[in-house]
């Protein structure tokens, strides 16, 4: 009796044990299954996104009543089994950190929150980042500083080559990289054109004793523009796709890819 008994608990056991084996596939099979159809469904929205931006380009270059502005918007594309969101931004109305002065940068820095004691200095030490020569400006910061304060890298004396490399640059914080992001560009030359300049910038720009004037754009007030399409599929997938295009003259209709990635707040 004592061993049939003792069978029987085995017996008991293994079917515990089986039906926690079968239970443990099936929920990871389905989770597999959701991340698999995830995975497609997010391809899918990346290829409708960069579609998006494609049209996008071609309704600025397009001569014919379906011609899209440059700060209009934003547009709303229908596309097969999904929709995108389209932001279209003249470069030339941000700052170029390449070539802004220090009054223009501190303004700017300030515009977007900083204290005013903070924005000198950190200003001073952007230009020093991207100046060539190993002494600061007053209040800025070259290799001493930079060893000073316990990091292992100092500015390079060469320009910035992208907008993230601001994030290194001495003083300088995560939450007032992200205010200031949106704000600069790498793609444009002198200082930001103050008809198309955003909020922002413009206070800026009014902060300043001598204002910039307006380009002679001949009517074309920005050819450097930053396209962001945000796309949502049927099937749940979402992607955002952020493009810098330079646009040629309207006669010949070309274009330029000039940045191609997925962050909306990059150059």
Known sequence: MRSRGFALVIVLWTLVLLSFLITHMVTTGRTETRIAANLVANAEAEAQ????VTETVFR?????????NVEDGPHMLRLQRATATVTIRAESGKVNPNAAPFELMAALLVACGAEQTQAGPLAAAILDWREPGDRPRMGGAKLPQYRAAGLN????????????????????????????K?????????????????????AALKSLPT????????????RTVSITAQVTTESGGHFLRH?????????????AILAWDTDAETE
Request: no cysteine.
């Open 49 to 52: 996104a960069e579609g998006a």
């Open 60 to 68: 600025l270059i397009d001569g014919s009543d379906g011609h899209w």
């Open 153 to 180: 890298y100092a500015p390079p004396n060469a320009q910035f080559e992208s907008l993230d490399e601001i994030r290194r640059v001495i003083g300088m914080t995560p939450d007032l990289f992200r205010r200031l």
């Open 182 to 202: 949106p704000h600069l560009s790498l793609y444009q030359q002198g200082d930001p054109d103050p008809r198309i300049a955003d909020p922002i910038v413009t």
């Open 211 to 222: 204002k910039p004037s307006a380009r002679n754009t001949d009517g074309l007030l920005a």
């Open 243 to 255: 493009a810098v295009v330079r646009l040629e003259p309207p006669v010949t209709q070309n274009y």
